[in-house]
């Protein structure tokens, strides 16, 4: 069995829990409660919410031409 990364890949720091958290789309690897929580969530966050804006914004476009 291959050993499993047990460091944080942003901080560098000692993962608390064995899986730690998918540290993506910042890096690929995993990264720590903490990072995961000040970091790839907020990012996860303002992805989601520019895919939305995208969706809004091709709705109205499609009205527009109804
Ligand atoms: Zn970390």
Do not use: F
């Amino acid at each position: 069995m291959s050993k499993e990364e047990t460091h944080c890949c942003l901080c560098n720091g000692i993962l608390d829990d064995p899986y730690g958290h998918n540290a993506e789309p910042i890096m690929t690897g995993r990264c720590c409660s903490i990072c995961n929580m000040s970091a790839v969530i907020p990012i996860r966050l303002k992805l989601l919410q520019i895919s939305l804006d995208k969706d809004g914004g091709n709705k109205s476009w499609k009205k527009k031409i109804k």
